[in-house]
């Protein structure tokens, strides 16, 4: 809750939309608790929303996208040329991040999966989306009760405000700090609370 008023203050768009995407999500979840029954819908609905977002969108020009963006996407389409050019995708720039490779101050992407590729190279991000990917799996299935729906819808959020904010794995920045370590503690417990149980089940076998 406390991070939730924290980034409704920073009067951030990014923030504002991700609360609302964080509020819809546990509402979701809260409200269908059959697993099955979640998937089945949420492969109808994707559907649709990506209509209704092409739909909206399809007359808005790459300036105003880019000014809706905060000049976002011109840093974006910058840092990936910017490796095209110098053929650095799979390792990346490194940490040669200043103002002197492109006409624009590439350390604010403001995209933690560009700035990823960007630094680090495309190998990176995908150990990195592999790393996501098996945390998003094991927090979907350990959606049971409110804390475990909670973590889940926390850590969408968290990957949610990295599109738009260089946050991941930014160890400076209050919400990865409050995420990462919540979730951790979430893993650590849920997989304690399933040794245990494995331990009772052999007992009383």
Known sequence: MVLL????????????????????????????????SKIILSLLLFPIFLISVTYFTKDISV????????????????????????????????????????QYDLTLIDNGYIYMVF??????????????SLILVFLWKNTNDFNGIFNFCLFVLYL???????????????????????????IKCSRFESKRKDELYENCA
């Open 5 to 36: 008023i924290l980034l409704y203050l920073s009067d951030s768009r990014t923030s504002l939309y991700g609360i609302i995407i964080f509020e819809l999500l546990m509402l979701y979840n809260l409200i269908f608790k059959n697993k099955t």
């Open 119 to 132: 630094q680090n190279g495309i190998i990176s991000l995908s150990i990195m989306l592999l790393l996501f």
């Open 160 to 186: 949610f405000v990295g599109i738009f904010e260089n946050s991941l794995f930014n160890l400076s920045n209050l919400m990865t700090i409050f995420v990462l370590s919540n979730v951790y503690h979430f």
């Open 63 to 102: 300036e105003n996208l880019n000014f809706l963006l905060s000049n976002r996407l011109y840093l974006w389409t910058e840092a990936i040329e910017t490796l095209n050019y110098n053929d650095r995708f799979f390792i990346g720039m490194g940490s040669y991040l200043n103002s002197q490779i492109s």
